[in-house]
């Protein structure tokens, strides 16, 4: 079975401070994102690589980076943590070619407030 | 008006009811998928489909492209079924894939 495996379940931050969030997949998978879920408003995607040392933004990038060192890890760093960073935090890797082209496979996600 | 509009929003029935949750969107899309999430998080991906039907166990989601619209339907349902089931399209935005996500529907099934 593949695993998205997130660092952290639950983070409380200080305003102003710098988080990182680490997602690792153990399937190969060329595909990886960052979505945040806050209630109505579904899954948004911050970012997302296609390969080694590649990033795009997503839909609501600000505030974010990331960083794509190794196709295994996708890390999502928030430069100075704000309270509207409160949020859920998911990761997702999905193939390029295969059975499973297209299919996403999700992390338990990492629950981060910010006081 | 979103892109991904799920009905209903909530849903609580007795076990052993028959659950429909509709998904209707907007956009031409290339595939559609249907997650769901437990309580702590965990989203696990229970279909993918571009035409048709597909089904699992007592899951089956079906889809018709020219309405727009797919249904994931839970046969003999169980408490354990309670969940949040999220639907999603993957379309072209700008020559890129991009996905959209429905904002989820709470099913709860009571013993």
């Known amino acids: 079975d593949v695993k998205v495996t997130q660092s952290s379940r639950y983070l409380v931050k200080r305003t102003g401070e710098k988080v990182f969030l680490e997602c690792v997949q153990d399937?190969?998978?060329?595909?990886m994102f960052w979505y945040r879920q806050d209630p109505g408003l579904g899954l948004r995607l911050i970012y997302f690589s296609y390969d080694v040392k590649m990033k795009e933004k997503g839909d609501i990038p600000e505030g974010y980076s990331v960083s794509r060192e190794k196709k295994e890890r996708f890390s999502l760093i928030l430069e100075s943590a704000s309270t509207n960073q409160t949020s859920m935090y998911l990761c997702?890797?999905?193939?390029?070619?295969?059975?499973?082209?297209?299919?996403?496979?999700f992390g338990e996600g990492s629950r981060l407030t910010v006081l | 008006k979103n892109e991904v509009e799920q009905s209903p929003q909530n849903l609580t029935a007795q076990e052993g009811e028959f659950i429909t949750i509709n998904c209707s969107y907007s956009v031409g899309i290339s595939a559609l998928h249907w997650l769901q999430q437990h309580p702590g998080g965990g989203i696990v991906s229970l279909f993918m489909?571009?035409?048709g039907k597909k089904k699992h166990g007592r899951l089956i989601a079906t889809i018709n492209i020219q309405e727009k619209h797919s249904s994931l339907h839970i046969t003999a349902s169980h408490p354990r079924d309670s969940a949040v089931y999220i639907c999603a399209v993957r379309s072209m935005y700008f020559g890129n894939e991009k996905l959209t996500f429905g904002t989820g529907t709470r099913l709860t099934i009571i013993p």
């Open positions: 489909l571009s035409s």
């Open positions: 399937m190969d998978h060329e595909n």
């Open positions: 997702a890797s999905s193939p390029t070619g295969g059975e499973f082209t297209g299919e996403l496979f």
